[in-house]
């Protein structure tokens, strides 16, 4: 079949990394890139070449979206923007109708994400959230662990990304302004944690949630607005009677058994599931210095009563945007179903705005 004509929209560093996946994919052709900002429409092809030593070619450029979404050569659209920008941008899309994948958070509350899942359904339109830590090989391989039961029923789930230094201010600060970005360190990283965890147990239909919400490191950063929060935690439990425990964090004083992080001192993405037959441990070594040395998946079985490290093959791994892009493109064509959809995506939303009105109430706050 043909490959899907694909344009992306926003042209910082995870646009340029979507821009290659289409490419490396063998699934679709980058048929333009869109961004407002001159220096980097012009620099594009620069900075493409100097992240990935490839030059794209026939790529065209525009400076309006109004121009690359109704462009009818254009089926599919890669929505790479602040958060603020995902819900209008997609729903455009939607609306000429355009296939869309659009980066994490899918939008900025629940009934954004509503609304797309109902344009979406009506038109017979993929939706996809980006959420490239599902196809990693070590997720891949450990959702069929859990799958197989080998570990059990799965009865606990702790997930987290903390750093110990390593608040974002984005353009403008906009990561540090609710009204631009949707919240802080939950709505950033641990929608990550969350989702991660929510995916390797099969993504069961949440129940109830109590949360707490900190900022307790504005002096941090220098920045006009800093009114979301830096510090989440609090449980999820699933109407399958699994709980699940997340600690997310922009900003803490962790311990030196935290591992070394590329870019923010100590840094660790880590979710851990736990079942009578076993337990399962993901790690993302993408944010951990090299150094480190960390295994991506760990995985103990119970063997004649005691708990026994199990060798688990992961073969050669793929950059994760590259998977993730192939089954958005093959999605579109009807060859395969999307593995992250808008069902799924406004589910997550409904999580994390659940999350921040138990943060803010102090009550638990139910799902159903």
Not at 79 to 95: I, M, R, T, W
């Amino acid at each position: 079949m043909e490959k899907v004509r694909v344009g992306i929209v926003g042209l910082g560093r995870p646009g340029l990394f979507h821009a290659n996946s289409v490419i490396q994919s063998g699934e679709g052709i980058l048929e333009g890139v869109c961004d407002v900002n001159d220096a980097r429409r012009n620099l594009f092809a620069e900075n493409f070449a100097e992240i990935f030593k490839l030059r794209p070619k026939n790529v065209r450029l525009f400076a309006s979206y109004d121009d690359l979404v109704s462009d009818p050569a254009i089926q599919a659209i890669v929505v790479v923007l602040p958060n603020a920008l995902h819900y209008p941008f997609s729903l455009k899309a939607l609306e000429h109708g355009k296939h869309v994948l659009c980066e994490k958070p899918p939008t900025m509350n629940a009934q954004q994400m509503k609304h797309l899942h109902e344009e979406a359904e009506k038109r017979g339109l993929i939706y996809f959230f980006g959420r490239q830590m599902r196809f990693s090989n070590a997720s891949m391989a450990g959702r069929k662990i859990i799958a197989e039961r080998r570990l059990g029923e799965i009865y606990f789930v702790e997930t987290k990304w903390i750093r110990s230094r390593g608040t974002p201010t984005g353009i403008d600060g906009w990561f540090l302004d609710r009204a631009r970005s949707g919240g802080g360190a939950l709505i950033d990283i641990g929608v990550h944690a969350i989702d991660t965890a929510w995916f390797l147990l099969g993504v069961p239909r949440p129940h109830l949630v109590f949360a707490q919400t900190y900022q307790k490191f504005p002096q941090l950063v220098a920045a006009p607005i800093f009114d979301v929060e830096d510090n989440a935690y609090g449980m999820i439990s699933f109407e399958n009677g699994c709980s699940l425990q997340f600690q997310v964090s922009w900003a803490s004083n962790l311990f030196s058994d935290i591992p070394r992080s590329n870019w923010a001192d100590r840094e660790i993405f880590q979710t851990t599931l736990f079942g009578p037959q076993g337990s399962l441990r993901l790690v993302d070594t993408d944010q951990c210095h090299p150094s480190e040395n960390l295994k991506p998946l760990q995985v103990v079985e119970d063997q004649a009563g005691a708990p026994v490290s199990v060798d688990v093959p992961l073969g050669e791994r793929e950059n994760n945007f590259i998977p993730q892009m192939r089954n958005f493109l093959r999605s579109v064509r009807g060859e395969e179903s999307p593995m992250n959809s808008s069902g799924q995506a406004l589910q997550l939303m409904e999580i994390l705005d659940a999350i921040y009105s138990s943060g803010q109430s102090g009550h638990p706050v139910s799902l159903k």
